[in-house]
T-cell receptor, first 111, second 114 residues
Framework: SQQGEEDPQALSIQEGENATMNCSYK?????LQWYRQNSGRGLVHLIL?????REKHSGRLRVTLDTSKKSSSLLITASRAADTASYFC???????????FGKGNQVVVIP | DTAVSQTPKYLVTQMGNDKSIKCEQN?????MYWYKQDSKKFLKIMFS???????INETVPNRFSPKSPDKAHLNLHINSLELGDSAVYFC?????????????FGPGTRLTVT
């Protein structure tokens, strides 16, 4: 199964700045999802983008998908200390919810 | 109300023991999953059940046996625990697996094998 690979893996920013993280994958997908994991907690779904979509927004989150480059990016605008977490992308190759997760990006937002 | 709950939250045990982790979801979802997250935070699916039927069974040692008494519960039993089984185990649930729905994760069970 394919895996998303986020880049960079650790990001430290000041509150109010934007945070961008990328995810690349190897094979075709049905959709790609982003999840957040706070320290010691379970994952929380953020946004799902389908293979026929190029961009999606949810609040301060913006996700792009480039299927020709097999990559996705997650942008968090106007970051807050509460955004400090690990962010994972997960690919679903066949639309059957069999997710392959990437390694995760650690984002630290400094107040 | 907790959507997906797991017990216990922490589990410390010795090699060779048998242990179980329980998971329950009150979301009315049809599908439940078990994931393993290693020390480097890499998350890998282990099993998936849909309406008590096994639909995903990744390459996992047969010491791991999932059991789904009903569609709201998916338990994980591990026999003859090994040091390499130390990890955080997450239960998750979602709607119909034939379409793509977000997965709801439990808080995790940190298993430490000594």
């Amino acid at each position: 199964s394919q895996q998303g690979e986020e880049d960079p893996q650790a990001l430290s920013i000041q509150e109010g700045e934007n945070a961008t993280m990328n995810c690349s994958y190897k094979t075709s997908i049905n959709n790609l999802q982003w999840y957040r994991q706070n320290s010691g907690r379970g994952l929380v779904h953020l946004i799902l983008i389908r293979s026929n979509e190029r961009e999606k927004h949810s609040g301060r989150l913006r996700v792009t998908l480039d299927t020709s480059k097999k990559s996705s990016s997650l942008l968090i605008t106007a970051s807050r200390a509460a955004d400090t977490a690990s962010y994972f992308c997960a690919t679903d190759a066949y639309g059957n919810n069999r997710l392959a997760f990437g390694k995760g990006n650690q984002v630290v937002v400094i107040p | 109300d907790t959507a997906v709950s797991q017990t216990p939250k922490y589990l410390v045990t010795q090699m060779g023991n048998d242990k179980s982790i329980k998971c329950e979801q009150n979301l009315g979802h049809d599908t439940m999953y078990w994931y393993k997250q290693d020390s480097k935070k890499f998350l890998k699916i282990m099993f998936s059940y849909n309406n008590k039927e096994l639909i995903i069974n990744e390459t996992v040692p047969n010491r791991f046996s999932p059991k789904s008494p009903d569609k709201a519960h998916l338990n994980l039993h591990i026999n003859s625990l090994e040091l390499g089984d130390s990890a955080v185990y997450f239960c998750a649930s979602s709607q119909n697996p034939g379409t793509s729905y977000e997965q709801y994760f439990g808080p995790g069970t940190r298993l430490t094998v000594t």
